[in-house]
């Protein structure tokens, strides 16, 4: 078999809420950092875009480093075109904050009134809005809370995968 390039997403992404909380997952980033080993040990050519993990990469993989769901998409962009394999194994977070506070949120005083409201808004869907060319191959993760087959099911149709790995979070 030729060397492939192999382009994998991997890890959490982090979403800020002011300059010093976010909003993120559990991800860890050990799918992503085990699908480069095992590419890399069959002699394919491995870049790795990393959110915020402490999880190591394997040595030989090109690792691009981001933090929020944007600078995932944006290099994965930039990636994707040369890629003959995609595995998307990162856990971007759906969520992020409408508007991030420009200095620290504090709690209210005890017996204040007003409790502080945080207004969401989505991410980008990078899979979906990934730039595709004819021979390359896509791959997905879900990781689902309930109904998990029909919801991988409408994933993989209407993200156009040709693969999706689905898993039951319980």
Known sequence: MASLRILISSGPTRE?????????NYSTGYMGARLAAE???RGHRVTVVSGPSAEPLPVGARVVRVERAQDMERAL???APRADLILMAAAVSDLRAARPAPTKLTRPTPGA??????????????????PRRPGQLVAGCALETGRVLSRAKRKLREKRLDLLLAQDAG
């Not at 800020?16 to 993120?24: E, L």
């Not at 009134?113 to 990934?130: S, V």
């Open 16 to 24: 800020p809420i002011d300059p010093v909380r976010f909003i993120s």
């Open 39 to 41: 590419a890399l040990a």
């Open 77 to 79: 962009r930039r990636l």
């Open 113 to 130: 009134a007003g409790a502080r409201t945080l207004r969401l808004q989505g991410t980008p869907d990078i899979i979906a809005r990934l």
